[in-house]
């Protein structure tokens, strides 16, 4: 078990709603990642994003933790609700918001509270202030 | 390059009453596959596409796709 698998981990447990993309909540590089954080703000969802492309080491340790190829992917709750084309279908069937609500409660509808952690620089997580 | 992954699909389910892909950009390596399968009823969405995923190992592993959209559905 590597330090940066632990750190990942330890990411997609503590944050309530965390999505692997291929940039930042700010500045994305990826059409697919880009759908996935569209989903998740027309919902209203706060959420963590974590940039997959300053260590390709992070994609490969993720991707064997959630045996789930592709980028982006979302966790709601520590668990895998999916990649774009999930996470954009269940936005649009209403069912994002009843998962939300099933894990989270209420406290997942905070809409424009983004932000980018990293997990490869230490200690702790690196918080990238908002614009 | 669809008609090899639609025989990927094809193989991985058997049963499925729709395989369709199609080749995004005309470029041979953005696609988007769509699966109807009877035996997706009852799984959850990221079920289903781990089991795409599992069926188009091979390509996805080789660079073959570069990206790839998923569309599942259940009969039920």
Sequence with gaps: MSDLQDKIRDTIEQEPVVAFVKGTHEQVYCGNSDRALQALRSVGAGFAAVDVLPDPRIREELSTLSEWPTIPQVFVAGELVGGADIVQELALTGQLEATLDERLGDSWRRPGDERTVSVTEGPGLRVVPGG | ?76
Aim: proline share 3%.
């Design chain 2, 1 to 76: 390059m669809s008609e090899r992954l639609a025989g990927l699909l094809r193989t991985a389910f058997p049963g499925a009453s729709e395989v369709e892909v199609i080749d995004r950009t005309g470029g041979g390596d953005h696609f988007h596959v769509t699966v109807v399968d009877a035996g997706f009823d009852g799984l959850s969405l990221v079920a289903q596409h781990r089991l795409v995923y599992d069926a188009l190992a091979q390509p996805l592993r080789d660079g073959t796709i570069h990206e790839l959209r998923i569309t599942t559905r259940g009969e039920g």
